[in-house]
């Protein structure tokens, strides 16, 4: 079955510029969560979608968003882009809530912002 | 606040022997455990989870291992291989809701040398 899937593969965006990030995941799972992965700072939450409704959130600022479709897709947005926004943005999905077989994650987008 | 901490950045073992890679965590409300693998271009790959009411955990060449007094979990590989060569990630949780809200250590590249 088809894996998690992340739009676009690589991103170059400007200072100041917003960005909207796709996540397609697997079909039927209803969890999903996004993560930033930087050098310096490693994997880290930034929030969890389940059934259309946030329902974990990360200690970013209000400029990062998030939402969750009827059908599970899940759309992440980052406005005022800085450039430590620069990162590879992973999206992970689950049935549920992880449990034994854990968060099953996509390849993730990279953003670069110059 | 670092959390999850994974102290050894990386670990050198000969094929066929055996890996061990270590975790150590802060926060006494994780209850869930979870080992990812990661190779480059890719998005982490789920290995094997515990629960706080285990301390041991095996699935094929993979055993995962948690001391809770000592807030300690190690993943043994054995045997090792080659293809096992990859950054390997251990990630906690919270029960309830906050299950998909998953906390990253920082990563141990593991090198498997024929």
């Known amino acids: 079955k088809a894996g998690v899937t992340q739009t676009p593969r690589y991103l170059i965006k400007t200072r100041g510029q917003q960005v909207t990030l796709s996540c397609s995941p697997i079909?039927?799972?209803?969890?999903v969560s996004w993560y930033q992965q930087t050098p310096g700072q490693g994997l880290q939450f930034l929030f969890e979608y389940f059934s259309e409704t946030q329902r974990n959130k990360g200690n970013f600022p209000g400029r990062f968003s998030g939402r969750q479709f009827s059908n599970s897709r899940s759309e992440m947005n980052v406005s005022t882009l800085e450039l430590g926004d620069s990162a590879l943005y992973l999206c992970?999905?689950?049935?549920?809530?992880?449990?034994?077989?854990?968060?099953?994650f996509g390849s993730g987008t990279r953003l670069t912002v110059v | 606040d670092q959390q999850v901490k994974q102290n050894s950045p990386s670990l050198s073992v000969q094929e066929g022997r055996i890996s061990i890679l270590n975790c150590d965590y802060t926060?006494?409300?994780?209850?869930?455990f979870l080992w990812y693998k990661k190779y480059p271009a890719e998005g982490p790959t789920f290995l094997i989870s515990?629960?706080?009411?285990?301390d041991k955990n095996e699935d094929g060449r993979f055993t995962v291992f948690l001391n809770k007094s000592a807030k300690h979990l190690s993943l043994h590989i054995v045997p090792s291989q080659p293809g096992d060569s990859a950054v390997y990630f251990c990630a906690a949780s919270e029960g309830g809701t906050s299950y998909g809200k998953l906390t990253f250590g920082q990563g141990t590249i593991l090198t498997v040398h024929p």
């Open positions: 079909s039927g799972h209803r969890s």
């Open positions: 992970a999905s689950s049935l549920g809530s992880g449990g034994r077989r854990g968060y099953t």
């Open positions: 926060n006494s409300m994780f209850d869930y």
């Open positions: 515990i629960s706080s009411i285990k």
